[in-house]
């Protein structure tokens, strides 16, 4: 470093700007590479410096670039080098407990005292000695750790980080960046053809179908393997091209779905079906929907079948593998009539969602709840309106584990006490009473007949289901003539609070 005599020595050194050569063609490349290379470096910085800040503050980088842009003018016309944002000193600010800008402001008054008065002891330090600093701050910022981070996060982050650090040691920031964006470009155009779309297989209560859901952005990459997925397509498929996540579909995409739905799915005799689609090309159809329980299929389908059917919908709520439904269709398709195909008998407890818990859609059942899931006269009388009135082929009586009426009565029969002594509630023993008539029977159970007792609330609980299918079957010669001749099939469950499963019970 040139050695000057004070501050005004340093001033007098400074070159002065040659006008005439301000717009020729190697100061004007000049000027762009110090601009782009200047930005990306501090815009990189700035991610970095934030991700180490304590209070996790965020850098506005628009005033950032403008200051740095600003700075840069100044820098130049006084012969200056370029100025930027960067990691090593702005880490060293950060780990030396800097918490506002001052901090900067300090750092480069300290650099210019250093320059003005004590050039000849910068010039004594080695430059290994400033390697090796230099080389230790990138250690902690790019150590094991983040290369571990990166090769968990998965191939296509962990080759474009290496190759773009390689890339950037072998030539310099600028070329570096630019060949780990371009590198990081193609795994994403890779990636993006790859997984165009997800097909999976979904069944409703009209029969299976068959769903090709498009990802977030369909392009020409993707062209290929759409009609490799549609030409597998086998006849006399129900089908449902599904864009209700998709915020772009390439034109080409567009033709080839709108000539599948003229002229291939008619062919092949497919059912094919679109939904969420905004281009004016393609016009959402939902005529072959299958979610929507009709007077058709409640006629052909067995009690067996529903039985499947509710077995199947909640295995798929426990797996978190719910069936697409469009819910507001649901809601025009069931307006005028309703065809469900069960009846479910199951407590208000605000966990029992019925729909839900057996991944159904609107007016697939009718559902009567009540405390306790107990079977009298009113709920009874629903139930008869849901089978012999309404054509349900299934009756289920759906119990759950926890439930409060179930555990209210245990402690009660076990105080001697009545719901309105112990709540004030005039009409509650009208429920407590059905299911202390369970407890009272039941002489098996070991331990503490209390609800602290989990097996014994669960037996319980159980049997409390038993008896409500035998009230059904004996107070309702209606219901009993149904299941009697076949055409209902009446089922006893219990619902888990935790898991999500439920268990149909043998007789």
Known sequence: MPVSNGLGGLFQSLPSPDYSKMLSTAVLLGAVTIAIVATLETLLNLEAVDKLDHQQRVSPPNRELVAQGTGNIVSGFLGGLPITSVIVRSSVNIASGGQTRLSCFIHGVFLLTTVAFFPYLLNRIPLSCLAAILMYTGFKLAGPATFKKMWLAGRQQFFPFVLTVIAIIVTDLLIGILIGMVIAIGFILYGNMRRPLRQVTERHVGGELTRIKLSNQVTFLNKASLMETLDQIPEQTHLV????????????????????????????HIQLSLVGFQSPILKNDLSHDLSVSTQDIQAKVTPSEVLQLMKEGNA????????ARNLIQQVDSTSQAQYPLATVLACMDSRVATEMIFDLGIGDIFSVRVAGNIAVDRTIGSCEYGCAVAGAKLLLVLGHTRCGAVMSSIDLAHQGKSALEA??????????SEITQVISADTTSEGERTSANTAFVDSITEANVRRNMHQLMEKSSRIRGLVEDGSLLLVGAVYNVKTGAVTFLED
Request: aromatic residues 4%; proline residues 4%; charged residues 30%.
């Open 316 to 323: 798929r709520f426990v797996r978190g593998e719910k069936v």
């Open 241 to 268: 091209i599904d864009a209700t996540d998709t915020t772009h579909i390439d034109p080409d995409v567009v033709d080839l779905i709108s000539d599948y739905q003229q002229d291939t799915a008619p062919a092949r």
């Open 423 to 432: 709540t004030g509630c005039e009409h509650l023993d009208s429920v407590t």
